[in-house]
């Protein structure tokens, strides 16, 4: 199997402070893991590509202050959302990359966030 | 620039029936991978089949097969006696094999099962 968690499922918080959402590779080691937005009825947005021990890679557009993505382990990558703001509001999904033979992302259950 | 295209935003199917979604890719590259996901109202996203583009012969998981013509970079899912829990959208998603393994996306199709 490949299953991957997030955490927490759904989160509300203020205008102004900072979320931290984790996602964990619970059966495999993942170098490499993806962070996602989905806005309602859309496919998924990829943020940022992490991995393992070095910096993230941002796509353009994505703001690396604001996202800031750390990948401390080769089972846990974590997504703080700094300063949230209601236009931050949204679904993120994380993918963890399972290597060969499938070589293959497997995702987690997503987040959804609300800032008041 | 590789794309790809879910040209049905929304099919629908009877309950025990078969259903074909469409993909299609623009590509240069000869060496990728293509995939299926699932995701279902709880959004969860689940991998439902997945192509190597160098293996001719089309991946098939249950219910679930692929009609993959390279030439014609096309990859479309055959969902066979289709059930309830067929119901979802579903993404078509390319990756180039030697890459930093993103995945790129169609827009989505939605599966209506009619009981």
């Known amino acids: 199997g490949a299953v991957v968690s997030q955490h927490p499922s759904r989160v509300i918080c203020k205008s102004g402070t900072s979320v931290k959402i984790e996602c964990r590779s619970l059966?495999?080691?993942?170098?490499?893991m993806f962070w996602y937005r989905q806005f309602p009825k859309q496919s998924l947005m990829l943020m940022a590509t992490?991995?393992?021990?070095?910096?993230?890679?941002?796509e353009q557009g994505v703001e690396k202050d604001k996202f800031l993505i750390n990948h401390a382990s080769l089972t846990l990558s974590t997504l703080t959302v700094t300063s949230a703001h209601p236009e931050d509001s949204s679904f993120y999904i994380c993918?963890?990359?399972?290597?060969?033979?499938?070589?293959?992302?497997?995702f987690g259950p997503g987040t959804r966030l609300t800032v008041l | 620039a590789q794309t790809v295209t879910q040209s049905q935003p929304e099919m629908s199917v009877q309950e025990a029936e078969t259903v074909t979604l469409s993909c299609t890719y623009d590509?240069?590259?000869?060496?990728?991978?293509l995939f299926w996901y699932k995701q279902p109202p709880s959004r969860q996203m689940i991998l439902v089949i997945r192509?190597?583009?160098?293996k001719q012969q089309n991946a098939t998981e249950n219910r679930f097969s692929v009609n993959f013509q390279k030439a014609a970079k096309s990859f479309s899912l055959k969902i066979s006696d289709s059930q309830l829990g067929d119901a979802a959208m579903y993404f078509c998603?390319?990756?180039?094999?030697?890459?930093?393994?993103?995945?790129?996306w169609g827009a989505g199709t939605k599966l209506i099962i009619k009981p």
């Open positions: 993918s963890a990359r399972k290597g060969l033979p499938t070589d293959t992302q497997y």
């Open positions: 059966d495999f080691q993942a170098t490499t």
């Open positions: 992490s991995n393992e021990g070095s910096k993230a890679t941002y």
């Open positions: 590509t240069s590259e000869s060496d990728y991978y």
């Open positions: 192509q190597e583009a160098y």
């Open positions: 998603a390319y990756r180039i094999a030697d890459s930093n393994y993103q995945l790129i």
